[in-house]
């Protein structure tokens, strides 16, 4: 993260002020891939491009990605190392900045944004769930969960709330500080933390990389309750099939571009996916896919689509290059 932003929320410390942005409407596509029934999809990114670098050693992480995430869903990033994930995900999220293309998040273009206006859009359309909780240990997880909206002095909605804590099921925890927590209840209050400002969407980088098995599936099994309790929308980077499989949709990245998608995927196609994208899926990819991070069949009304439709995902074709 750069100097001055606040880890755990995602905000530059310089910028607090409004800035006044145009918002402009998602550009249209023939490609349906992420739009729902509703209308448009929460995120689009179109013809994205970022290169690091000049000359001979210039890195070229996007090349020309063109990708909707759906309004009301929960997408994984997956792709071998190198692949470029991470730089999407930061794109979207104001982060970096594309070389070219654009990243429209709920109909604002973010790649036409100053950094005012950036911060603005982190602080109140954005969530954000690291792999390292970025939790204040001298504040309650009461006072780490409302801690966006108290810098951007925002009333706390006292009903939203409840059912957030409800729904990471910390009611009896709220007056905890951090050490007093597991992993697993901390990643849960950063969790909530992400949801109690409605964001439009809340980017999650691998969310699951410092927990256990058991932990992992506390958190993917909320980020999916998250969706289809709340109506929240997801977007996970992930290198744990396993984890993926929580989501709806798996979009499949290689050398800076889109190659496949998923939908209602199991850790065995997702796996067998990353296996015929190419030779670079690691001994750490199928270890993960290992773990026991799937639904307690206590929560069978919240497992995921692919523990009930086992054979239901639709593979598509590789993305036409740019």
């Excluded at 050398?255 to 496949?260: A, F």
Aim: glycine fraction near 8%.
């Amino acid at each position: 993260m750069a100097a001055g932003r606040c880890e755990a929320c995602g905000v530059d410390d310089a910028a607090r002020a409004d800035e006044t942005t145009t918002a402009t409407p998602a550009a249209d596509s023939t490609d349906t891939a992420g739009r729902t029934a509703a209308g448009t999809p929460i995120v689009s990114a179109r013809d994205l491009v970022k290169v690091y670098g000049e000359g001979d050693t210039a890195v070229r992480a996007l090349d020309g990605v063109s990708v909707d995430f759906a309004r009301g869903a929960f997408t994984a990033i997956m792709g071998p190392s190198g692949s470029g994930k991470s730089t999407l995900m930061h794109c979207v999220a104001g982060l970096d900045r594309p070389t070219s293309g654009s990243v429209v998040v709920d109909g604002e273009e973010t790649s036409r944004m100053s950094e005012r206006g950036l911060t603005r859009l982190r602080r109140t359309r954005l969530g954000f769930v690291f792999q390292a909780f970025n939790l204040i240990p001298t504040l309650t997880a009461l006072e780490n969960i409302t801690l966006p909206l108290d810098i951007a002095r925002r009333p706390v909605d006292a009903e939203h709330l409840d059912a957030v804590v409800r729904a990471v099921g910390l009611a009896d925890r709220l007056d905890h500080k951090p050490a007093e927590l597991s992993g697993g209840q901390q990643q849960r209050v950063a969790c909530a933390r992400a949801l109690v400002a409605r964001p439009a969407v809340v980017l999650a980088d691998e969310p699951t990389g410092n927990l256990d098995s058991v932990s992992s599936r506390e958190v993917l099994a909320f980020l999916r309750r998250s969706v289809e309790d709340l109506g929240q929308s997801v977007v996970m980077v992930t290198h744990d099939p396993t984890a993926a499989s929580f989501a709806h949709r798996v979009l499949f990245l290689a050398d800076g571009r889109v190659v496949d998608e998923l939908h209602d995927p199991t850790a065995e196609s997702i796996l067998a996916t990353l296996g015929a994208i190419g030779p670079d899926v690691t001994r750490e990819d199928r270890s993960a896919a290992a773990l026991d991070t799937r639904p307690d069949p206590a929560d069978a009304e919240h497992a995921p689509h692919q523990e009930r439709h086992a054979h239901a995902h639709h593979p598509r074709h590789a993305a036409p290059e740019s």
